[in-house]
């Protein structure tokens, strides 16, 4: 902290619903940034998170799959409690992906 500053501004006028997701790739871009570490390329993931760390469960699970399956993610870390969402997208459509 002595060496970094840090500055996060999420705009009230967002889309709603969309700003949480966000919550743990926020949290993982500062972590990898004071800690030094690099994150996986390949690495998509979404999550609402709260002040103790919990990761939450978040809406589009579907969409945003696909569109990382486009994107040519391998890896994507997402809420256990949206399992249920994964389990039902085709299979053909996860194949290849690591969750």
Do not use: Q, W
Request: with cysteine.
């Amino acid at each position: 902290f002595d060496e970094k500053n840090v500055h996060i501004h999420v705009p009230e006028g967002a889309t709603p619903k969309d700003g949480p997701s966000a919550g743990i790739t926020m949290l993982t871009s500062l972590a990898s940034s004071f800690s030094g570490r690099k994150v996986k390329k390949n690495l998509a993931m979404t999550g609402e998170i709260t002040l103790r760390g919990e990761v939450l469960p978040v809406g589009g699970i579907k969409e945003k799959i696909l569109a990382a399956k486009r994107a040519n993610i391998k890896e994507i870390i997402l809420c256990e409690r949206n399992r249920k969402d994964v389990e039902e997208i085709t299979a053909e459509y996860v194949k290849g992906l690591k969750f």
